[in-house]
């Protein structure tokens, strides 16, 4: 079984992100740039999977220019055995990823879609949830828990009640979740190893291209500034103030 | 040491002809230069920033003759920060006034580039890894590798996913090995190895001690239209007094970026002097607020630099090893530039790596050479400043005009015994102002480093007496630690175990790694040790 995992290039966790002067955009210049968390965890999932003798192959792709090479570099380097680089300098929509990974899917004949349920740029979470619809297989989202049993997956996910847990046939698309497991270090003789692993670059357009019209943007605005806060000596203050501005 | 107590198994091991510790402009000018002598030679560079420039902080005005020999045709594919010099200014600070001083000789920068040098790192490793050098950051050498016959044969990788015990977690990786004939120190200021080769191996014992200062970075977005892209400016004067050494810089870059930094000398006496503070109180003299208002900080940051120079400049070479650029200490303080020496000494490296393939005969071959003829002609002028401002400038000028050619040497003395005990010293009325600009407090500056580890990992801030702490240092000094390290990793907090009690507190994961408090901490009781690789700053751009 080959499993497809999705890696998406993003501005580190780490990084304070900073809106543009002129308002159109995010300041990516100079910023560090990741693998999105969520993205990392899917493939952590994926080498577990391999390394179970449950799948044979962990192929990672991500969807960029050649920037996005350096992060396939960084999946490879963690044990995938390929990378995919579906080539494109635009901004994508959720839609668009979707048809993407929809035809990888099948061009490979891949037995999971693992993504990141969402990423921290803009944090959609659509994208596995749409390629599944695509595709027309099952879908598992959240996941905390993966459990493979030759033609299914058991799935434990997060929802708002507490866990849930879905049993789904393959080939499906797996979501991940912050707790799935915690992702590994990457080992310094694999950093050398991944430089000889295959990379292939393939255009967006033979994939599907576009979605079609993409939503623009008007102008991104950092939020306001907190003013700054007030100490009351005790509730009687506090109650005088709330009042005072007309709160209460 | 700083080894965990995880399994004693073999470690794996990579073999390399040359590793580079440090991939700051030294070590990198070394592999780069080594790969254009000999493709064939195996170099590798170990890093412990999450990426290449993530823990550089500098200026930086630089001098870009070695970059001509190293990267021909550099000017047309500069670094992504690359402003040309245009005006220099030099100021004398009192609290409210300004008087524009003539500038020295070695502060013209005509012909120079202001740079981010940690973005000019990381393209200079771009040219490194496209010539063959494999570039690992994200890894820290934690431990000298000594061979049989007790050389330097490379170093060895810090282990990963070790709790703060030093058990080990699920993710523990143990580090490999990296053998090397040749391993080259570039750490930088203070480096961690290269401190302890330079104890061990005594390279330190026919020279004076090492001495250093403190700098503090911020980059800022100004309103528009307030920078003068090219504009050089350094100040003296206030907010220091004038028996601390040191000042500021204002460099004018493009995009309406300015970047701003304080260094000031660790030979300060007094024990209760803030660095950190006098740097937010310079940005609240007229001429930096009126720069400032209106504007947004981007990045902060700390980092120590050598200022020994000439006399306190150890022997760089070991048996199996060589030091170069600033973890040898070849600033060059009048000028405030150590760039260009580490470029020129990395490249000198190479060069001496390729024709005798040993470090050997590496020592006589920098003496000999232009980086230390720069620096045995401005050996004078920081030390004349020990005696206060004054008498340093008046130095300064006979030193400059004579070449350094007097027959004379003034000698350094160690950074932590200059500290006054809190009983004989009465600190001046420093006059300080209330402040507005942001960053509030150290805490505050320290999330603009973006400063990340993990915390549950073994201290990083090896204090090798701890009683002193609470006895000895809180009675003399009062505890400077918690004044001096500009990220407030230190802190005094009351003992739960023990009533009425002080106890020392290591907030290690907010450390920007600018090695102040191993070099200050008057009992030497400190030692930095590295954390786990890719741990650390994210500095953007400084
Ligand atoms: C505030 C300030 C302003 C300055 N202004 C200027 C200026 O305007 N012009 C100028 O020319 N110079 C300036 N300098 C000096 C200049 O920055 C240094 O001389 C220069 O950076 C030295 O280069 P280096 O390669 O020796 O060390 P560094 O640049 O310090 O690089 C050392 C690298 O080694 C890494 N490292 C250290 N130990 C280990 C380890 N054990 N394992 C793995 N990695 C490790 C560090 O993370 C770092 O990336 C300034 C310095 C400061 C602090
Ligand atoms: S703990 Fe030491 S090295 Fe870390 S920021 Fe503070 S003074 Fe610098």
Same mark, same amino acid.
């Given at each position: 079984m080959k499993i497809l995992v999705g890696i998406k290039r993003a501005v580190d966790y780490n990084v304070r992100v900073r809106v543009k002067s002129d308002g159109s955009g995010v300041e990516t210049d100079g910023v560090k740039m990741s693998v999105n968390p969520f993205d990392e965890i899917a493939l952590e999932e994926a080498l577990r999977i391999k390394e179970a003798g449950k799948a044979d192959e962990v192929i990672v792709v991500s969807i960029g220019n050649n920037d +996005?090479?350096?992060? @396939?570099?960084?999946?490879?380097?963690?044990?995938?055995?390929?990378?995919?680089?579906?080539?494109?300098?635009?901004? @994508?929509? %959720?839609l668009t990823v979707a048809r993407v990974f929809k035809a990888l899917a099948e061009r490979e004949g891949a037995g999971i879609v693992l993504l990141g349920k969402q990423a921290i740029d803009d944090d959609c979470n659509q994208v596995g949830q749409m390629t599944a619809a695509l595709w027309g297989r099952p879908q598992a989202t959240f996941a905390s828990k993966v459990v493979i049993d030759g033609t299914t997956a058991t799935v434990t996910r997060e929802v708002d009640g507490g866990l849930e847990t879905l049993e789904v046939d393959l080939p499906a698309v797996i979501t991940s979740d912050l707790r799935l497991n915690e992702p590994r270090f990457v080992k310094l003789p694999d950093i050398m190893k991944a430089k000889r692993k295959p990379l292939d670059v393939v255009p967006l357009d033979e994939l599907g291209?576009?979605?079609?019209?993409? %939503?623009?943007?008007?102008?991104?605005?950092? %939020?306001? %500034?907190?003013?700054?806060? +007030?100490?009351?000596?005790?509730?009687?203050? @506090?109650?005088?103030? @709330?009042?005072?501005?007309?709160? +209460? | 040491m700083s080894q965990s107590e995880a399994p004693e198994t073999e470690r794996d091991v990579m073999e390399y002809d040359v590793v580079v510790v440090g991939a700051g402009p030294a070590g990198l000018a070394c592999a780069l230069r080594l790969k254009q002598l000999d493709a064939d030679l195996m170099v590798a560079v170990i890093e412990k920033a999450s990426e290449i420039g993530a823990h550089i902080l500098s200026g930086a005005v630089i001098e870009p003759q070695p970059l001509d020999e190293l990267v021909p045709g550099w000017r047309e594919a500069p670094p992504p920060i690359c402003v040309p010099v245009e005006e220099d200014e030099l100021f004398y600070l009192g609290k409210d006034s300004r008087r524009k001083l003539p500038t020295p000789p070695q502060q013209k920068n005509h012909g120079n580039f202001i740079v981010s040098l940690g973005a000019t790192c990381k393209w200079l490793a771009d040219h490194a890894e496209a010539a063959g050098v494999d570039v690992f950051p994200g890894f820290a050498a934690s431990e000298v590798r000594l061979t049989e016959s007790g050389a330097v044969g490379g170093v060895i990788?810090?282990?990963? &996913?070790?709790?703060?015990?030093?058990?080990?977690?699920?993710?523990?990786?143990?580090?490999? /090995?990296?053998?090397?004939?040749?391993?080259?120190? =570039?750490?930088?200021? !203070?480096?961690?190895?290269?401190?302890?080769?330079? !104890?061990?191996?005594?390279? #330190?014992?026919?020279? #004076?001690?090492?001495?250093?200062?403190?700098?503090?970075? /911020?980059?800022?977005?100004?309103?528009?239209?307030?920078?003068?892209?090219?504009?050089?400016?350094?100040?003296?004067?206030?907010?220091?007094?004038?028996?601390?050494? &040191?000042?500021?810089? $204002?460099?004018?870059?493009?995009? #309406? !970026?300015?970047?701003?930094?304080?260094?000031?000398?660790?030979?300060?006496?007094?024990?209760?002097?803030?660095?950190?503070?006098?740097?937010?109180?310079?940005?609240?003299?007229?001429?930096?607020? #009126?720069?400032?208002?209106?504007?947004?900080? $981007?990045?902060?940051?700390?980092?120590?630099?050598?200022?020994?120079?000439?006399?306190?400049?150890?022997?760089?070479?070991?048996? *199996?090893?060589?030091?170069? *650029?600033?973890?040898?200490?070849?600033?060059?303080?009048?000028?405030?530039?150590?760039?260009?020496?580490?470029?020129?000494? *990395?490249?000198?490296?190479?060069?001496?790596?390729? /024709?005798?393939?040993?470090?050997?005969?590496?020592?006589?071959?920098?003496?000999? =050479?232009?980086?230390?003829? /720069?620096?045995?002609k401005v050996r004078n002028i920081r030390p004349g400043f020990n005696k206060g401002l004054w008498r340093g400038l008046i130095t300064a000028a006979i030193e400059t005009v004579t070449g350094g050619a007097l027959p004379r040497t003034l000698s350094n003395h160690a950074d932590h015994a200059e500290l006054a005990r809190r009983a004989d010293f009465q600190a001046p009325d420093r006059g300080w102002v209330d402040r507005s600009l942001p960053p509030r407090d150290r805490l505050a500056s320290v999330y603009f480093a973006a400063t990340e580890h993990d915390e549950d990992q073994p201290v990083h801030l090896q204090i090798l007496e701890p009683e002193i702490c609470t006895t000895r240092c809180t009675e003399e000094y009062g505890n400077p630690c918690t004044r001096f390290c500009p990220a407030h990793v230190y802190e005094m907090v009351e003992d739960e175990a023990n009533e009425g009690a002080q106890r020392l507190q290591i907030n290690s994961a907010n450390c920007v790694h600018c090695k102040t408090c191993d070099i200050k901490d008057p009992y030497q009781v400190i030692n930095w040790v590295t954390p786990e690789g890719g741990a650390g700053p994210n500095y953007q751009n400084l």
């Open positions: +996005v090479q350096q992060q @396939l570099r960084t999946g490879l380097a963690m044990g995938a055995d390929r990378a995919i680089q579906v080539e494109t300098g635009d901004t @994508l929509q %959720p291209g576009h979605a079609g019209a993409a %939503p623009a943007t008007g102008r991104h605005a950092a %939020p306001a %500034p907190r003013s700054r806060g +007030v100490m009351v000596g005790d509730t009687a203050a @506090l109650v005088a103030e @709330l009042k005072n501005r007309g709160l +209460v | 990788i810090g282990d990963m &996913g070790v709790d703060k015990s030093g058990a080990p977690k699920d993710s523990y990786v143990q580090g490999i /090995e990296i053998h090397a004939k040749v391993t080259v120190l =570039s750490e930088g200021c !203070r480096g961690h190895l290269s401190k302890q080769l330079i !104890r061990q191996f005594e390279l #330190d014992q026919d020279c #004076d001690p090492q001495t250093y200062g403190i700098g503090m970075k /911020e980059l800022w977005k100004v309103a528009p239209g307030k920078a003068r892209p090219g504009l050089v400016q350094h100040t003296l004067g206030w907010p220091l007094d004038s028996a601390i050494y &040191g000042g500021s810089f $204002i460099y004018h870059l493009d995009g #309406d !970026r300015v970047a701003l930094g304080f260094v000031c000398g660790l030979d300060y006496a007094d024990p209760d002097f803030v660095p950190f503070e006098a740097f937010q109180q310079l940005k609240h003299h007229p001429m930096l607020r #009126d720069l400032l208002e209106g504007g947004e900080i $981007i990045s902060s940051g700390a980092r120590a630099l050598v200022e020994g120079g000439f006399q306190s400049l150890p022997k760089v070479e070991l048996p *199996g090893a060589m030091l170069i *650029g600033d973890a040898a200490g070849l600033l060059n303080v009048p000028k405030i530039k150590g760039t260009h020496q580490a470029l020129r000494s *990395g490249m000198l490296a190479a060069e001496h790596i390729h /024709e005798k393939a040993a470090a050997e005969g590496f020592d006589a071959r920098l003496r000999a =050479s232009p980086v230390v003829a /720069e620096l045995k």
